[in-house]
């Protein structure tokens, strides 16, 4: 059996009832249908054909996002997460280049590198040698001024580990963010580039072996193997093309206002929510979010 889940701002019963009849209309054998939390997030059950349900209801509804999966797993007990643009809403090294007065230059590479349009090692290395002899302190400065939780991310992070998931963020980005900001959210634990520093300054360097796309499609398998899991019961999320590894393996893998590279190759695509949209994924209304979710 497969679920397919409308998330919106504002859905309505006629909303539930076109989904139900475009997926009978697809030939899936629609089973049920019903509220996670009126108005906001539906379900319908169906029984086949779950490629045909997806390209079904994606774009029919306005300012929806649908999530198709198997039932049985839809309650996931990994999440393996990208930093930034993802779990927070800048890009660190883009907004470390603000205050070396080179912002464009290296946000041009960035966003090359998301793309898919550079090899991501050698654009970092690019971007982070633009930096040399920055003063170590704008990190600080660059955490506390710049830096944001992306909405909906404590909610879902808190909400999976009280319900007995593990939560891994996994970053390009630097350590000297990433750690903190896992704290803040209630990531289980972080993983990131090392920026090198001699003399209090930047030294444009950044210590090997550097943290992309395998890492993170390998961190999500090990974890899998690790808590005797498969990898059906694994949620990855990010937006840039260095995610699309963990985002094919993961039983849901999904691209969150995501590069077009990454939107047309995940499975999932949130572009209209925020990240609470992956528990309604998952079929846990706001009642049931952690209490310290907000």
């Not at 997030?41 to 509804?61: K, N, S, Y």
């Not at 090359?112 to 920055?134: H, K, N, P, S, Y």
């Not at 920026?195 to 444009?204: A, F, I, Q, S, Y």
Request: glycine share 8%.
């Amino acid at each position: 059996m497969f679920t397919a889940t409308l998330i919106a701002a504002e859905l309505g019963a006629g909303d539930l009832s076109a989904a139900a009849d475009r997926l009978a209309q697809a030939g899936c054998a629609v089973a049920a249908q019903g509220w996670i939390e009126e108005g906001v997030a539906a379900d319908v059950h169906f029984a086949t054909a779950p490629d045909a349900a997806r390209a079904a209801l994606e774009g029919a509804f306005a300012a929806a996002d649908v999530v198709v999966q198997l039932q049985a797993t839809r309650a996931k007990r990994l999440i393996v997460a990208d930093m930034d643009s993802t779990m927070i809403t800048v890009e660190c090294i883009d907004e470390l280049a603000d205050y070396a007065g080179i912002k464009p230059q290296v946000a041009a590479i960035t966003e090359a590198a998301m793309r898919g349009e550079l090899d991501f090692a050698g654009a970092l290395d690019a971007r982070v040698a633009l930096l040399a002899g920055l003063d170590e302190g704008v990190i600080e400065r660059c955490l506390a001024e710049r830096v944001r939780v992306m909405p909906g991310a404590k909610a879902l992070v808190r909400t999976m580990r009280a319900r007995g998931a593990t939560a891994i963020l996994v970053s390009g980005g630097f350590t000297r963010f990433a750690e903190p900001v896992a704290r803040d959210i209630g990531f289980d634990r972080a993983i990131a580039n090392v920026l090198e520093v001699d003399g209090g300054r930047l030294t444009g360097t950044v210590a090997r072996p550097i943290v992309g796309s395998d890492t993170k499609e390998r961190t999500l398998r090990e974890a899998v193997a690790s808590l005797g899991l498969t990898l059906d019961d694994a949620l990855a999320v990010g937006d840039g093309a260095n995610d699309l590894a963990m985002i094919r393996v993961a039983g849901l893998g999904v691209a969150y206002h995501a590069k077009p590279i990454v939107a047309q190759a995940a499975a999932a695509r949130i572009d209209h929510n925020d990240l609470s949209a992956l528990l309604y994924a998952q079929g846990i209304a706001r009642r049931d979010w952690a209490s310290d979710a907000d």
